[in-house]
């Protein structure tokens, strides 16, 4: 069971950047997949998640409006697109499997109930 995050880069503040998390070893269709970042300095924190039916999802307050998670099953990948971004958006993305009994439409916000975990991406806001 392997995930892999990609896309990140530096971008300018008000700019859009589109995360790909690509899975291997399992389907999207038994997994939630949550996205989270880590600031320097800071703990990791919930961004996104998708659930594994992909009619569920949850978004932190602060990106809220902004950010958008989409998947495609086919593709076994899970994008995070993220409009607007802020200095504050600078962090190392990563993307982290949920539990297989979890319910097919919901997912969970907390690091403790993701694994395994991707290598993270760096995202850089600034002008």
């Known amino acids: 069971v392997q995930l892999q995050a990609s896309g990140g880069g530096l971008v300018q503040p008000g700019g859009s950047l589109k995360l790909s998390c690509a899975v291997s070893?399992?389907?999207?269709?038994?997994?939630?997949i949550g996205w989270f970042r880590q600031a320097p300095g800071k703990e990791r924190e919930g961004v996104s998640c998708?659930?594994?039916?992909?009619?569920?999802?949850y978004y932190a307050d602060s990106v809220k409006g902004r950010f958008a998670i989409s998947r495609i099953v086919a593709k076994n990948t899970v994008y995070l697109q993220m409009n607007d971004l802020k200095p504050e958006d600078t962090a190392l993305y990563y993307c982290?499997?949920?539990?297989?009994?979890?319910?097919?439409?919901?997912?969970?916000?907390?690091?403790?109930?993701?694994?395994?975990w991707g290598r993270g991406t760096l995202v850089t806001v600034s002008s």
């Open positions: 982290a499997a949920g539990g297989a009994d979890w319910s097919v439409h919901s997912c969970r916000r907390s690091v403790t109930d993701y694994s395994p």
């Open positions: 070893g399992f389907t999207l269709n038994y997994y939630a």
């Open positions: 998708i659930s594994s039916r992909g009619d569920g999802t």
